[in-house]
């Protein structure tokens, strides 16, 4: 249920919640969540009175972790009701850590759920009336999700933030990287396979290649040849060396383009996504690798 009922004596319904939208602010080594909650006074009895109210956060399906998150705490106390009829809206915030946004997505199959319980009392005739547990279930929808975690800088931190490409100097590495911000995205809606594909692309786009233009083993063993004797007479560096790692890395995101040769799974897709990013992030600007 997207709405909550606040009782008060024998009135049961004297005021109702109900949550409008969620969204996401980034901090420092924290997020914060903040949900716009509808407060409407139904019955008189709620008119003009004075509400002190606060809460408690969790969500669904969290493992053994638990659903706790934390509180839910709004700068605006006492809330002071409208008439009957009217409402009001009150901006509850409660804070995430980066290792919370992990354990949601660790366990997230498509949606996430979030419980809000909120509790507190009425100021009535200057007498502290209580009320506990106004129960809100609030379901975010994966594409909403995931634009909050976009919000949040969620996956910058764990991968590497890559610079926005200058495309006026390097139309390859501009592809790329854009290859890699979908990528990324797949990846956060849990496709694996497309993931590596637009991982595949990314590979080849930053050398000005198709991603079908596709490797072989013996490919990556002769890529590996030439830099050796390439090092026998001259001193190779970094530089030189990326390319038959992003050689030997297209080989692997090539089984994107293949399904049938083997389905990618999480790992598979996390652990390219980590090292295209560094490989990325390593290669020069357009005077690398061509």
């Given amino acids: 249920m997207n709405e909550a009922w606040i009782a008060v004596h024998a009135e049961h319904n004297a005021a109702r919640l109900s949550v409008k939208s969620v969204g996401a602010r980034r901090g420092v080594g924290v997020s914060q969540l903040f949900f716009r909650v509808e407060v409407a006074t139904r019955k008189e009895i709620g008119e003009g009175k004075p509400l002190w109210i606060g809460g408690e956060l969790g969500a669904k399906n969290l493992g053994p972790t638990g659903s706790y998150l934390g509180a839910l705490r709004t700068q605006i106390q006492p809330i002071t009701l409208p008439e009957r009829g009217g409402t009001k809206d009150v901006e509850f915030v409660t804070d995430l850590s980066d290792t919370q946004l992990q354990v949601i997505e660790d366990h997230r199959t498509s949606s996430v759920v979030f419980d809000l319980d909120f509790a507190g009392h009425w100021l009535i005739d200057g007498s502290p009336i209580p009320f506990w547990s106004a129960h809100i279930e609030y379901e975010i929808k994966q594409s909403d999700w995931i634009a909050i975690l976009e919000q949040t800088g969620y996956r910058r931190l764990l991968l590497v933030e890559?610079?926005?490409?200058?495309?006026?100097?390097?139309?390859?590495?501009?592809?790329?990287?854009?290859?890699?911000?979908?990528?990324?995205?797949?990846?956060?809606?849990?496709?694996?396979?497309?993931?590596?594909?637009?991982?595949?692309?990314?590979?080849?786009?930053?050398?000005?290649k198709e991603a079908e233009d596709e490797y072989t083993e013996e490919d990556v063993r002769a890529s590996i040849r030439e830099l050796r004797r390439a090092a026998g007479t001259r001193n190779v560096g970094y530089m030189e060396r990326y390319e038959p790692v992003r050689t030997a890395l297209k080989f692997l995101c090539d089984l994107g383009g293949h399904p049938e040769a083997g389905e990618a799974s999480k790992t598979d897709a996390y652990a390219a996504l980590l090292m295209v990013a560094g490989l990325l992030h390593g290669l020069p600007a357009p005077s690398g690798v061509a």
């Fill in 162 to 208: 890559l610079d926005l490409p200058d495309t006026q100097q390097s139309g390859n590495r501009a592809l790329a990287l854009r290859y890699f911000a979908e990528a990324r995205r797949h990846y956060l809606e849990h496709d694996w396979r497309h993931t590596v594909e637009s991982l595949r692309q990314a590979l080849a786009a930053i050398v000005g």
